[in-house]
């Protein structure tokens, strides 16, 4: 038996899989984020550790014999946070996340002191990722970047709380901007640009190496028969992933989660950051991947259904599962900034086009077409990073929406395949890696593709149409970036 958890923004997730990889069961606890200020996001970490003891509780009690055979504990977790500690191992202060964009100026900063950040690390400095975070820290709270001894991602300071170790893998450690992501260990120069040092950083591993043993108390508190081996784990993309089985070199997918990704895995480090493509390590030996992101694709509907006081799936009831033609208005979906291709922070949406007789369906249509517009950008930045995709899986909760799959596989041009179980998600790929550090079984042989279901093919006449808008809804990113400028 196998645990996956999956540390998110919005909840902690733990998954209990078997040994032919049936998910037992699942427990989700909620997390909430603050926004003290404008841009800002932040979390407790004591917030985590209660949630996930109280969703391994749960386990417990539904299904203590399945528990108490446990042999080994995945996780998963929201990337790029940063959890500074002091010497005695205590949080310093709350967590900055992923979406956190406080830290924009500290990104020209990075880059001028550490010039080769780019072909290091793979990656744009950007507000979101970790390193321009401490920079900030050590200008507005010098006190606490004074009183810093380790910097641990999210579930890196999960793992120190369940085993004692100070410990973070590859894929997550790939969106620090401290990694050397094709050497696959730590950068000097990039730790040396932060003000930081080797000895501050945990030790590094592949997502499924041993990496840790569960304390006793946690042991005895669960009933278990012996203590589990920790498994690295993965980054929340890099778990999906694994769920999927994309680890061989080509597989892609496309996920339609509160933020969007546009996936493919390689063989090789391979940076794209002209267009904003994230190069990052697999979570699997010898294996990297290219992502592209937008940050509110199914958040953007969500905002939506606030708006107008519907629920989404009221919203999308609205529309037919087929559309026959573009909305007539364009939904620009820079609700918290962008990442690919525009690597914006600043930048916000917009809806053009309306008029008074402007129906809801439309403008609900219109947000679909707008993250879809928005995905194919990351499809063009991986072709340009030497990726070119002619189908992919996709997942996330936007998957449910036949309408929205239609929209997004014509506007992307691309066969997307809808899976049997693709909302497994990273829970189910954390209790992948957590077998795999306890078998030693080959990486292939475990992390297999779930079932195809469907596979939704672009229409001709509506890609036809929507290659036609895509130049008009790229042409309006420099008149928004003009007005985000506007005090």
């Given at each position: 038996?196998?645990?996956?958890?999956?540390?998110?923004?919005?909840?902690?997730?733990?998954?209990?899989?078997?040994?032919?990889?049936?998910?037992?069961?699942?427990?989700?606890?909620?997390?909430?984020?603050?926004?003290?200020?404008?841009?800002?996001?932040?979390?407790?970490?004591?917030?985590?550790?209660?949630?996930?003891?109280?969703?391994?509780?749960?386990?417990?009690?539904?299904?203590?014999?399945?528990v108490a055979a446990v042999r080994g504990i995945g996780l998963s977790g929201q990337q790029h946070g940063a959890v500074l500690l002091d010497g005695g191992g205590r949080v310093l202060r709350p967590c900055i996340l992923w979406n956190d964009v406080r830290a924009s100026a500290e990104c020209a900063v990075f880059e001028q002191r550490f010039p080769d950040s780019r072909a290091v690390t793979g990656n744009i400095a950007m507000p979101g990722f970790t390193a321009p975070k401490l920079l900030w820290v050590a200008r507005h709270e010098p006190e606490v970047f004074r009183a810093t001894r380790h910097v641990l991602l999210p579930k890196a300071w999960l793992r120190y709380r369940l085993t004692g170790e100070m410990i973070e893998e590859m894929s997550d450690a790939s969106g620090t901007l401290w990694l050397d992501v094709g050497r696959r260990q730590w950068s000097e120069a990039a730790l040396a640009a932060t003000g930081l040092s080797l000895e501050m950083m945990p030790a590094l591993c592949e997502g499924t190496d041993r990496a840790g043993v569960l304390r006793r108390e946690l042991v005895e508190r669960w009933g278990m028969d012996v203590p589990p081996v920790l498994a690295g784990g993965a980054g929340d993309n890099a778990a999906g992933a694994v769920g999927l089985g994309a680890v061989r070199p080509g597989d892609a997918f496309v996920s339609l989660g509160t933020s969007g990704v546009v996936w493919a895995t390689t063989d090789r480090f391979r940076p794209g950051p002209r267009a904003a493509i994230h190069a990052f390590c697999h979570a699997v030996p010898g294996m990297w991947h290219q992502m592209g992101v937008t940050l509110s694709a199914a958040s953007s509907l969500a905002w939506w259904a606030s708006v107008v006081g519907r629920s989404e799936a009221e919203l999308l009831g609205e529309l037919p599962e087929v559309v026959a033609r573009p909305s007539g208005l364009l939904f620009l979906p820079y609700l918290s900034g962008e990442r690919t291709p525009h690597n914006d922070a600043g930048i916000r949406g917009a809806f053009i086009g309306l008029e008074r007789s402007t129906s809801r369906a439309q403008m609900t249509q219109a947000v679909l077409e707008g993250v879809a517009f928005s995905l194919r950008d990351a499809l063009d930045g991986l072709a340009g990073a030497g990726s070119v995709l002619e189908q992919a899986d996709v997942i996330g909760g936007g998957s449910r929406s036949a309408t929205w799959l239609g929209i997004l596989a014509s506007v992307m041009g691309i066969r997307l395949h809808r899976l049997a179980h693709g909302e497994q998600g990273g829970a189910f790929g954390a209790a992948r890696l957590a077998r795999l550090a306890v078998t030693g079984e080959d990486v292939a042989a475990v992390c297999l593709p779930p079932e195809r279901v469907e596979t939704i093919a672009p229409d001709d006449a509506l890609q036809a149409a929507y290659g036609a808008v895509l130049p008009r809804y790229r042409a309006l990113y420099p008149a928004l970036a003009d007005f985000a400028a506007v005090p």
């Open positions: 038996m196998y645990i996956g958890i999956d540390a998110g923004t919005s909840g902690i997730k733990a998954a209990l899989v078997d040994e032919v990889q049936s998910v037992l069961a699942t427990r989700t606890e909620p997390l909430t984020s603050q926004s003290p200020h404008a841009g800002w996001s932040e979390q407790d970490p004591e917030a985590w550790w209660c949630a996930l003891l109280a969703a391994i509780d749960a386990l417990r009690d539904s299904h203590p014999r399945a």
